[in-house]
């Protein structure tokens, strides 16, 4: 079972940046493919951003492009979202997850595991 832990969200000014990091444990990091995912209130849970296991492939949604970059370090078990150019609609619990699959998955239900979330709030 894989257990991940979201932190480094916050509070932030619009125009600033925050580097959320998810640290995966329990499970072979080196063979999970990644994501973000966030949820607003009173918003359904959508995709931002994923990463596969076995290549540089990533994908995001079009309205974080060339803001938003999603890492990892297998070393660390750890992936990340480096968050730029925040803007007050960028606010959102962003929740980490993994997926014990090939591909880039932009849905809920393509993952398996799932981050407790971390409270990223941009002020305008």
């Known amino acids: 079972q894989v257990q991940l832990v979201e932190s480094g969200g916050g509070l932030v000014q619009a125009g600033g940046s925050l580097r959320l990091s998810c640290a995966a444990s329990?499970?072979?990091?080196?063979?999970?493919?990644v994501g973000w995912f966030r949820q607003a209130p009173g918003k359904e849970r959508e995709f931002v951003a994923a990463m596969s296991w076995f290549s540089p492939s990533t994908r995001y949604t079009d309205s974080v492009k060339g803001r938003f970059t999603i890492s990892r370090d297998n070393a660390k078990s750890t992936v990340y979202l480096q968050m730029n150019s925040l803007k007050p609609e960028d606010t959102a619990v962003y929740y980490c997850?993994?997926?014990?699959?090939?591909?880039?998955?932009?849905?809920?239900?393509?993952?398996?595991?799932w981050g407790q979330g971390t409270q990223v709030t941009v002020s305008s």
């Open positions: 997850a993994a997926r014990a699959a090939l591909g880039l998955g932009q849905n809920l239900y393509d993952y398996n595991y």
């Open positions: 329990g499970g072979t990091f080196n063979r999970l493919g």
